[in-house]
């Protein structure tokens, strides 16, 4: 079964401290592998999108990784601001069907504190 | 910012009665989604169309009905609300030709409330 399970569910950190969430994945065929910000009653903001050929890739303070071979992914924070409060969304796509079909994760609500 | 807008934002609405979700970009996108979300939860795909007088159903099953009469407006409908309909709807879209990457960009959502 496709599957995206992201942890921890929920994180709390002080401003400027680091932070890293993980995404494992069952899907298959792999396409790719998005990063999305929402925050709360907002629509998802992209962050970063990964092939299968890439291992990181970075958007300003967030850096994610790609391990195809363990099926796993990391977002890492650095120097975390009161704006990063949000959930953040593992998607992973695959190319079983013309759609390119999108599996989404729960998310992993992030507050952080002054 | 993506220009992909959706109104109403938040609404309260009886069981019942009739409602359309709308939402609308100015992107030139090809394909739009409807996607649901309950808190906490993940995104589940309720309706998509590839362009004009295409739309299909997505994984979810959903009372809900779509339309595409035009390439930028994709309303959603509910004939009869009810409290399962109570949720979080978001539309999204994306161009069809941009290769694997194939990016949405999702609306702001509306806040479904039925009592």
């Known amino acids: 079964k496709n599957q995206v399970e992201q942890s921890p569910q929920s994180l709390i950190i002080l401003e400027g401290k680091n932070c890293t969430l993980q995404?494992?994945?069952?899907?298959?065929?792999?396409?790719?592998l998005r990063w999305y910000k929402q925050d709360t009653g907002r629509g998802p903001v992209s962050l970063t999108i990964m092939t299968f050929s890439e291992n990181t890739k970075s958007n300003g303070r967030y850096t994610a990784t790609l391990d195809a071979d363990t099926k796993q992914s990391s977002l890492h924070i650095t120097a975390s601001q009161l704006s990063d409060s949000a959930s953040y969304i593992c998607v992973v796509s695959d190319r079983g069907s013309t759609l390119g079909r999108l599996y989404f994760g729960r998310g992993t609500q992030l507050t952080v504190w002054p | 910012e993506a220009d992909i807008y959706q109104t109403p934002r938040y609404l309260v609405i009886g069981t019942g009665k009739k409602i359309t979700l709308e939402c609308s970009q100015t992107m030139g996108h090809d394909k739009m989604y409807w996607y649901q979300q309950d808190p906490g939860m993940e995104l589940h795909l309720i309706h998509y169309s590839y362009g004009v007088n295409s739309t299909e159903k997505g994984d979810l099953s959903s009372e809900s009905t779509v339309s595409r009469i035009r390439t930028e407006h994709f309303p959603l409908t509910l004939e009869s609300a009810r409290p399962s309909h109570t949720s979080q709807y978001l539309c999204a879209s994306s161009e069809s030709e941009t290769g694997v990457l194939d990016e949405q960009y999702f609306g702001p959502g509306t806040r479904l409330t039925v009592t």
């Open positions: 995404c494992n994945y069952t899907v298959s065929p792999f396409s790719n």
